[in-house]
């Protein structure tokens, strides 16, 4: 069955000004509107980039209500694509590793974990293997910072990811509820 999103993007705070509706993929909103300050999810899972053609920063945002970038962790009004993510599995499994190509020390998650220290010793991740849903990795604890979207596959260290470094503080299983 194929997933449908419906998503609208504000160029002012609370949901005011001018607004543009998107249901699918939008290498570039630009052309729609000229900044975005809030951002309603009506159904799906999405994923908003800061620049065009789905690069730069990226944040995941599920059904909900952002009033502001800040809500969403943005550090600023510009998202110029966007992109629905297509698959929600009920199940979830992850492992992380504290050094690439899947050495060292090994940890699996099944579920959301807001503060990484609590469950894993390190603070760095330098591989992962998503054996089965959708995750995302958050620089810091309490899902904050850079976000990153892993789909099933193997990382096989940060830059995989798209992060620069291998700071990982929470991470998260997206969910389409």
Same mark, same amino acid.
């Given at each position: 069955?194929?997933?449908?999103?419906?998503?609208?993007?504000? +160029?002012?705070? #609370?949901?005011? @000004? =001018?607004?543009?509706?998107?249901?699918?993929?939008?290498?570039?909103?630009?052309?729609?509107?000229?900044?975005?300050?809030? !951002?309603?999810?009506?159904? @799906?899972?999405? !994923?908003?980039?800061?620049?065009?053609?789905? $690069?730069?920063?990226?944040?995941?945002?599920?059904?909900?209500?952002?009033?502001?970038?800040?809500?969403? #962790?943005?550090?600023?009004? $510009?998202? *110029?694509?966007?992109?629905?993510? *297509?698959?929600?599995?009920?199940? =979830?499994?992850?492992?992380?590793?504290?050094?690439?190509?899947?050495?060292?020390?090994?940890? +699996?998650?099944?579920? /959301?974990?807001? #503060?990484?220290? /609590?469950?894993?010793?390190? *603070? +760095?991740?330098?591989?992962?293997?998503?054996?089965? @849903?959708?995750?995302?990795?958050? +620089?810091?604890?309490?899902?904050?910072?850079?976000?990153?979207?892993?789909?099933?596959?193997?990382?096989?260290?940060?830059?995989?990811?798209?992060?620069?470094?291998?700071?990982?503080?929470?991470?998260?299983?997206?969910?389409?509820?």
């Amino acid at each position: 069955m194929e997933r449908t999103g419906k998503i609208f993007f504000y +160029e002012d705070k #609370n949901f005011q @000004g =001018h607004y543009y509706e998107c249901s699918s993929d939008c290498p570039e909103l630009s052309t729609h509107i000229s900044r975005c300050n809030s !951002v309603r999810v009506e159904s @799906g899972a999405w !994923v908003i980039y800061e620049r065009p053609h789905y $690069t730069g920063y990226q944040y995941v945002l599920m059904r909900g209500e952002y009033p502001s970038y800040q809500s969403w #962790n943005g550090f600023s009004d $510009t998202i *110029r694509s966007c992109r629905l993510i *297509r698959h929600h599995p009920s199940r =979830h499994r992850i492992r992380v590793y504290e050094r690439p190509d899947f050495s060292g020390q090994m940890m +699996e998650f099944s579920d /959301d974990t807001p #503060n990484l220290l /609590d469950r894993w010793r390190f *603070r +760095e991740v330098h591989s992962a293997q998503v054996q089965e @849903g959708i995750w995302v990795f958050y +620089e810091h604890p309490h899902y904050r910072g850079r976000q990153y979207l892993l789909e099933k596959g193997d990382y096989r260290r940060h830059a995989d990811w798209g992060a620069l470094q291998p700071s990982v503080g929470s991470l998260r299983c997206v969910v389409d509820y």
